[in-house]
């Protein structure tokens, strides 16, 4: 019989240890009895909280689900505005496990990737109706706040079915699709042109005003300087005409002798000058007289 006693003793032991699980801090645990989530006496679905615990072996089993705060960060979707633009929206959703059992049904044995696919579509929903009520201008300008706390109102009512607490729905970026961002930004750069253009046409027109007006100023002060000149010119040549009169009215011979002599250095100075005059002209006075002895 020991053999029988030993048998016994390890079948005990083994379900002994496989009816003890724990669940750890951030998680809670399911019981599944016969395929089925397990209810208690009052009909409740039994969800264990974090710690040690037993279970029937063989008949139940536990599935452990997260309760931790998630976030879902999917991919940009195509929205319609009330223009009937489109916008590419990048938006993400902070969720959690609310009700456990419901968690578990909804999305078939409480698969987190299902449970997103299922929330991504609602909350695209809620997103979509808010902004197809909204103008482009009216989503940028400062409707942004109220349009995600409608779009968390909707996503947490739509969401309450399948045991998730929707806590932040939160737009991170919104920008139109490549073809129109295209158009915009070649509009954009035209409208740009056509003020640069315009800015160097007005700067064209300012440098002929500066440089007409500076012409016109070099002009009046060219006249001015030669209306100067030719007034000191002409004080200079008076002066040495009252000069040169002064001088000829103290000794005539002798200024007649010294412009005599200026006349002849400038005629005969470069030594190839021919000069054709009779002997006895008055330019040759004073060769004549040369060549008279001294009284």
């Known amino acids: 019989m020991k053999p029988f006693y030993?048998?016994?003793?390890?079948?005990?032991?083994?379900?002994g240890y496989s009816s003890i699980f724990t669940v750890a801090e951030h998680e809670r645990g399911i019981v599944?009895?016969?395929?089925?989530?397990?209810?208690?006496?009052?009909?409740?679905?039994?969800?264990?909280?974090?710690?040690?615990?037993?279970?029937?072996?063989?008949?139940?089993?536990i599935e452990k689900l997260d309760s931790r705060i998630k976030t879902l960060d999917g991919q940009a979707d195509r929205f319609i505005t009330s223009e009937k633009?489109?916008?590419?929206?990048?938006?993400?959703?902070?969720?959690?496990?609310?009700?456990?059992?419901?968690?578990?049904?909804?999305?078939?044995?409480?698969?987190?990737?299902?449970?997103?696919e299922l929330l991504t579509r609602r909350i695209n929903n809620g997103l979509r109706a808010e902004f197809g009520a909204r103008t482009i201008r009216d989503i940028v300008s400062g409707e942004r706040d109220d349009l995600m706390e409608q779009a968390l109102i909707q996503a947490s009512e739509g969401s309450a079915d399948l045991g998730i607490q929707v806590?932040?729905?939160?737009?991170?970026?919104?920008?139109?699709?490549?073809?129109?961002?295209?158009?915009?930004?070649?509009?954009?750069?035209?409208?740009?042109?056509?003020?640069?253009?315009?800015?160097?046409?007005?700067?064209?027109?300012?440098?002929e005003i500066i440089r007409a007006d500076v012409d016109a100023r070099v002009t009046v002060m060219l006249a001015d300087a030669e209306r100067e000149a030719r007034q000191i010119r002409g004080e200079g040549d008076a002066e040495a005409a009252r000069i040169y009169a002064t001088s000829y009215g103290q000794d005539s011979e002798f200024y007649a002798f010294i412009r005599s002599m200026e006349a002849y250095r400038k005629a005969f100075g470069d030594g190839d000058s021919v000069l054709v005059l009779s002997p006895d002209s008055e330019f040759f006075q004073y060769f004549g007289q040369m060549n008279r002895p001294a009284n």
Not at 44 to 58: A, C, D, R, S
């Open 167 to 207: 806590l932040d729905v939160r737009v991170k970026q919104i920008n139109l699709p490549s073809e129109v961002s295209s158009a915009i930004f070649d509009r954009m750069r035209a409208e740009r042109d056509a003020v640069a253009r315009e800015h160097r046409s007005e700067g064209r027109e300012q440098a």
């Open 85 to 116: 633009k489109d916008l590419i929206v990048d938006a993400f959703v902070k969720w959690r496990i609310e009700d456990f059992a419901k968690y578990y049904l909804s999305t078939g044995g409480g698969q987190q990737s299902e449970a997103e």
């Open 32 to 61: 599944i009895r016969f395929g089925k989530v397990a209810q208690d006496e009052n009909g409740m679905p039994i969800v264990y909280q974090p710690g040690l615990h037993f279970k029937i072996p063989l008949i139940e089993r």
């Open 6 to 15: 030993i048998v016994i003793a390890l079948i005990v032991a083994i379900l």
